[in-house]
Every structure is written in C-alpha cells, then in structure tokens.
C-alpha cells in the first residue's frame, strides 16, 4: 500500500520531489473551531521543515481572540498570512472579488503547490488559476464526511486531488477527483503531556470538593448536539455530583435556556473560548461528545492525548477513533439515557 501511494505521490506533477517548496494554503478564516487549528499546525509543520509557506485567508479579518492568537502563532513560526478582504457569505460579487485578489496573489507571490481546506475555497483557487493561467499544483483536503460542495462549485472546481481527513469522509464523499489519499487529522502530543501537579484552571468556580468534572470542547454548534449532553447531564445528576463544563464559541443563550428548564443551571459551565484546553481537559474526569456527524474530530483526539476517558455518540466518525481504544465507550445511542449511562460507567470505574 506504502509502495502505491508513493507511486501516485510522484504521478503528481513533480513538485512534491523538490524540497524545499513554495506553499500558499488557502482557507475561509482563521476562527474558533478543530479545522482551523489542524491547518494553522499543518502550515508551522511545513514552515518547520524549511517550506515557503503563505497563509491566505478569503474573509476578512475580523480581530476576535481565535484569530488574533493564531494569526500571531503563524507569525511567530515564520508564515506570513494576508487577507483577501471578503465580507463572510457566498454572494456572487464576493466570489468574484475574492478570485481576482487571489490571482493577484498567486501572481505577486508564486508558488509550487496551491492547499485549499473549503469547498468555497477550492472555487476560487481554481477560478483565480484560469484567470492567470497558473500551471499550480492545487490540492484540496475534505476536513468533514459531510462536505457539501454546490452545484456551481462542483463544475467550477472539476476534480482537483483530495486529501480525507478520515476513512469515513473517503467513503462517503462522492467528489469527482483525479488522485484521493486518506491523510488523518492529528494532534500535537507535547502541548497535552504537561505536569498534573499544576494549579487548577477552574479554580474561580470554586466548585466542592469531589465534584467529577464532565468536560465538551467545540463550537457551539447545532451539529455538537449538547442539548443531548445536557439531559443526560441531568439524569446523571440523580445519582453523581458532577458538573458540565462546555468550551467553545458560539451563542450560549439556547444552552443556558434549555440548562435551567432542566434544573442544572448550577451544574453547567459555558466557559466560552479558553486557550487553556490541555489544562482544563488534564484536570477533568470524562470528556463528552454528542455530536451527529464529525470529521476525525479534534477534540476527540486531544482528550486521548490529554489521557481522558471519553464517552462518544455512536457515529461512524468517533467509531474510527475510539474504537477498541481503552477508556473510550461509544454509546448505544445518541440518546440522553445511554450517553448517562455510559458517563456513570466511567465513574463507577475510574
């Protein structure tokens, strides 16, 4: 399998051979959420390993905590990012603003090889090379199974190679390509190997003494479905002192609602968007995620790294993670119920 992959690896058109290259990764934005931090580390890798990397960025910036740390991430490791100044939507006028920036980028900054981490993105790289006539090798990776490219962007596009972040997402996509590989999301090990001993990052909570710490990290998301996380939360809570706390971005209004309509407002911590993920999931007890549909979920695979025992909904995604992995139990449904069952299995047997 190595042997073929290495092959179809040098089918593509050459680049690849010469070390080092010129890389511009293109994506929608640098906010909260797993696929925005699995790019900012893939283009520090490749900066680390003597790439020309540019970053460039189709919204524009909008200066919120997300993107200003990894904007200054970025710049400590040598990548130079750029906005191409779209207001966030999909109208016709934005795309077209958007491909002439970026041919006007590609042109001032040539490159080896083209990334894109969207299908929007992909649109206008693929438009911008047509309109400077570029011979650039583009790459597109497919960061969800669930990844919806309309019907204009399809024909747009063509059938650019494809990189999947999970076995799940090449199965069911059901894209047009020219050459597709399987290249898994992953973590950085070191960030979550840190000393047990350090002081308590919820500490102004000031919750009691055994209290067990249920821990959820995401976007707050419809897809996350932590309405599900709470009503096993409060089933929970009949025989387990234990406490929610939630961390991501997002409108909190909803999940404050549906908390207190259950009687667990005390018992629920919207903690919002926090830098210190590794701390908080290393001073938890179980990580939790409802989630309908993933990609190769980030958080899940931090909360492993972290040493974490994880409850997950039964989706095929957390299925390729956690999957015989010890300390990992994927609920018989995704039901309140079974995920409350499941979490107290934990509990019951640290």
Request: aromatic share 6%; hydrophobic share 40%; proline share 6%.
């Amino acid at each position: 399998m190595a042997t073929r992959a290495g092959r179809e690896m040098r089918r593509w058109r050459g680049p690849l051979a010469r070390d080092p290259m010129r890389i511009t990764q293109i994506t929608c934005n640098l906010g909260a959420g797993g696929a925005e931090r699995l790019v900012v580390d893939l283009r520090c890798a490749l900066a680390a390993r003597g790439h020309a990397v540019r970053c460039v960025v189709i919204d524009r910036f909008t200066g919120d905590k997300s993107e200003v740390s990894k904007r200054k991430e970025l710049a400590d490791n040598g990548v130079a990012t750029v906005s191409l100044g779209r207001s966030p939507g999909s109208s016709i006028p934005g795309l077209m603003w958007s491909v002439w920036r970026l041919a006007a980028d590609l042109n001032a900054h040539p490159c080896d090889i083209a990334h894109t981490h969207a299908p929007y993105g992909a649109a206008v790289l693929t438009a911008a090379r047509r309109l400077r006539g570029a011979d650039v090798s583009q790459l597109h990776t497919v960061h969800t199974s669930r990844e919806e490219w309309t019907s204009w962007q399809r024909n747009l596009i063509g059938s650019p190679p494809l990189a999947y972040c999970s076995r799940v997402a090449f199965r069911r996509s059901p894209l047009p390509h020219s050459r597709r590989w399987i290249v898994p999301n992953g973590v950085r090990f070191s960030a979550f190997a840190g000393d047990y001993s350090q002081a308590d990052p919820l500490a102004d909570l000031a919750l009691p003494d055994g209290r067990r710490r249920i821990e959820s990290v995401g976007s707050l998301l419809d897809g996350k479905n932590y309405r599900t996380s709470l009503e096993a939360v409060a089933q929970l809570r009949c025989k387990h002192d234990v406490q929610l706390i939630i961390c991501g971005a997002g409108n909190q209004s909803v999940l404050k609602t549906v908390a207190r309509r259950l009687g667990i407002e005390e018992f629920v911590s919207l903690l919002g968007l926090r830098a210190d993920v590794p701390a908080l999931l290393r001073t938890s007890d179980i990580f939790l995620s409802a989630s309908r549909y993933e990609g190769m979920p980030i958080a899940v695979l931090e909360a492993l790294a972290a040493g974490l025992p994880a409850v997950l909904s039964p989706i095929d995604e957390h299925g390729e993670v956690g999957f015989a992995m010890p300390g990992c139990i994927l609920a018989d449904r995704n039901t309140p119920a079974p995920i409350a069952e499941a979490c107290a299995t934990i509990l019951r047997t640290p």
